[in-house]
């Protein structure tokens, strides 16, 4: 809180200058702003369609995300601002400028001073790049002449661009593009000529982009072609190579086969077993005579039984090697039909023995071997067959494989084609139809806008004031100067004994000032500050002799040792002030004593003659460079000091300042008391520090008067 109000004093010592500078402030900017133009405000507004769905011309419909859409917004926000776009409206303003009879603007310097020639070249290198939509060389000295010529009239791109505003409103559809300029006309023009400008860019190059997009899709689409071509070839030769038609359809006959003649062979081993089981069991039932009597007897018969079954098996085997040809089966089928009238003709024709019951059974047996032959030849010839299938099987493995990797090749190449071809299709369905954006809203002249003139005077006022008063805070942020009794007290923990307030008269009359019944409020003040002082003084003091110094010159130490002299010989004190500063001697310059330090130190001058009750006697010095011991030595000097006791009641000794330190060294070795004067507004630097511990050290320092409390100044 204190800071906070010695920063409020500190604005208040310089109200002036918060007054004074902001009012000079006000007033000059009044005097440039007052012949300012109008300013006049024109927009045009761009739809995009790229939000709108009713400017959507796509027969696709695409959704673009938020994003995507922003970017693009910003893109052609960006292309409004940039060079080459505020280059075509600066040629169509200074075309305009130059060869109409009210131009925008008056002229420039620079414009004045060319000749009709140059105007001539000028607008010929004009027109010739708003043709070429090309920007000036500024490497070039003659067209860089140009582009300073649209700078002296503020056409050019820079100049433009800071009276120009572009926005979207919002999440709409549109662009609003802004100028602001002193020509109602100019601001319209220049807005249109900018929408205008953006659009046939932007037209122009999207169909470029277009067009170089149809063209690359449209070779890519002839390469994919080409390649699908001959993947699609290059199977075809390898199924004709390789004699393969359907490698599915035939793989899966083929193994229908296989798990057929399995079967089949599988019911031949069963078959087999089963007719050897039945004709052992035949065989067990008749005795060796016997079958050597069937078997002689039948020797003949079965010969022919013998051959048709061979016959029978040959005719098996080709059925079996030809995949079960129908053809083969019906002459199998008639054979066995020949085989079976052989069996029943011999039946017919065999002798019996008189073991004739056993007939039956013989029949059954030839009928059963002749079953166990065909089925056993029947397997071998059905091994060779499977052996022959899995063979065939085996080798349709890689050609699969082959043909599923050339099939998985024309699969890849004909979605890649698929896709090019439908990127195709969408790129020219797009390029046929017209660009969506247009302007919906014409730039057109506007009214005068609001006189800005005012608000700038005020603000000038403001932004002043905030700057004195930033200047004057920066200063007492960095300002350790000591302005208060309580802040020397707390800086140096030596008390204060009093403060005294600074006099703005350059001159006092002390003596009027405690003669006279009616003064001034602030010198009343400051005789009531002396008497306070002398007050703390008298509590304090153990010794007579009084030494008045500081750590600083220039404090008022003389101001102050006189007027303490003068508050106690209104006490009726007898007192005697010493001159103790010989290198600056203000006391003996300011009375009219004629008694000297020196003549008193040296016998020469007598004091029990001159002093009286109730007086003051000033002991002035010759000045010179010199010091007390150069005077005598200390016991000599101690002599007179105490004779000088026995005489007065106080003895005020005023030294020099502390930097000079040798001679208030000197004067401080005679006394028991020191006051040091401490001038309002002065800081404590590293050096100070030091002084001020030297005090301390002396055991006599009993501590400080403030002077000049109130002052502005140093």
């Known amino acids: 809180m204190n800071e906070l109000f010695r920063f409020l004093d500190i604005l208040k010592k310089y109200k002036l200058t918060l007054i004074i500078i902001p009012l000079v402030t006000t007033i000059i900017t009044y005097f440039l702003v007052r ?24 027969v696709v419909g695409q959704v673009e995300d938020k994003d995507r859409i922003n970017q693009k917004f910003s893109n052609l926000m960006e292309m409004m601002r940039m060079n080459r776009v505020l280059d075509q409206v600066a040629y169509q303003l200074i075309i305009h400028d130059l ?66 505003l572009i926005y979207r409103p919002s999440d709409s559809d549109f662009i609003v593009i802004q100028f602001e300029s002193e020509n109602p006309d100019l601001s319209a023009l220049v807005v249109n000529l900018i929408a205008s400008e953006v659009i046939e860019d932007y037209s122009t190059s999207l169909k470029e982009n277009q067009l170089k997009a149809n063209n690359f899709l449209s070779g890519m689409l002839v390469q994919k072609s080409d390649s699908l071509s001959q993947r699609m070839e290059k199977l075809r030769a390898y199924k004709i190579k390789n004699r393969v038609l359907n490698l599915t359809e035939q793989s899966k006959q083929l193994y229908t086969l296989v798990l057929e003649y399995d079967t089949k062979k599988q019911e031949a081993i069963e078959k087999t077993a089963s007719y050897a089981g039945a004709l052992n069991q035949i065989n067990r039932k008749f005795d060796p005579q ?43 089928d008639s054979l066995s039909r020949k085989l079976t009238a052989q069996i029943n003709k011999s039946s017919d024709q065999y002798i019996n023995n008189p073991l004739n019951t056993k007939q039956e059974l013989i029949n059954q047996k030839l009928n059963m071997e002749i079953q166990l032959d065909l089925t056993r030849y029947s397997i071998n010839s059905l091994d060779k067959k499977l052996r022959s299938l899995n063979g065939q099987f085996e080798t349709m493995v890689p050609k699969e494989a082959d043909v599923q990797s050339l099939e998985m090749g024309i699969e890849i190449a004909s979605k890649e084609y698929l896709d090019i071809l439908n990127m195709y299709n969408q790129s020219t369905l797009e390029s046929s139809f017209n660009v969506k954006m247009n302007v919906v809203q014409q730039g057109i002249p506007g009214l005068a806008q609001p006189s800005k003139k005012m608000l700038l005077v005020i603000l000038s006022a403001i932004i002043s004031f905030a700057f004195c008063v930033l200047v004057l805070f920066v200063i007492y942020f ?12 707390n800086k140096t923990d030596v008390p204060v004994l009093g403060e005294v307030n600074y006099l703005v008269s350059p001159s006092v009359d002390l003596s009027a000032l405690w003669n006279q019944e009616t003064i001034a409020p602030h010198l009343l003040k400051f005789k009531n500050q002396l008497r306070s002082i002398r007050y703390e003084i008298e509590l304090a003091m153990t010794d007579k002799i009084l030494v008045i110094t500081s750590i600083s010159p220039t404090v008022g130490k003389t101001l102050v040792a006189l007027s303490l002299a003068l508050a106690w010989k209104m006490t009726n004190k007898k007192v005697l002030v010493i001159d103790g500063n010989f290198s600056n001697p203000n006391i003996s310059r300011a009375s009219t004593s004629k008694l000297y330090l020196e003549d008193f130190i040296s016998g020469k001058l007598d004091l029990t003659l001159n002093h009286k009750a109730g007086s003051i006697d000033i002991l002035s010095n010759k000045g010179g460079d010199t010091s007390l011991m150069e005077l005598a030595s200390r016991d000599v000097i101690q002599a007179k000091l105490d004779e000088a006791k026995t005489l007065y009641d106080l003895i005020i000794i005023e030294t020099a300042a502390l930097d000079d330190r040798n001679q208030s060294k000197e004067w401080i070795l005679f006394s028991k008391n020191i006051v040091s004067v401490f001038a309002a507004g002065n800081s404590i630097s590293e050096r100070k520090k030091g002084q001020i511990a030297y005090l301390k050290e002396t055991g006599s320092f009993i501590g400080w008067i403030i002077n000049k409390v109130g002052n502005s100044e140093k």
């Open 35 to 58: 012949n300012l133009p109008n300013s006049y405000v024109s927009q045009a507004q761009v739809a995009t369609g790229w939000v709108d769905g009713t400017q959507q011309q796509s």
């Open 99 to 164: 060869t109409s009879a009210t131009p925008f603007k008056q002229w420039s310097k620079e414009v004045i001073a060319l000749s009709d020639d140059e105007k001539a070249q000028a607008l010929k290198v004009f027109r010739e790049k708003a043709i070429g939509h090309q920007s000036l060389t500024l490497s070039k000295p003659s067209e860089n002449k140009l582009f300073k010529l649209l700078k002296s009239m503020g056409y050019d791109a820079e100049s433009l661009r800071n009276k120009q």
């Open 290 to 332: 016997e079958r050597s009597y069937i078997e002689a007897a039948l020797s003949k018969v079965n010969q022919s039984i013998v051959d048709t079954k061979d016959e029978l098996s040959s005719l098996y085997t080709l059925y079996i090697n030809n995949d079960l040809d129908p053809r083969y089966k019906s002459s199998y």
């Open 478 to 489: 960095f300002d350790n100067s000591v302005i208060s009794a309580q802040e020397l007290a």
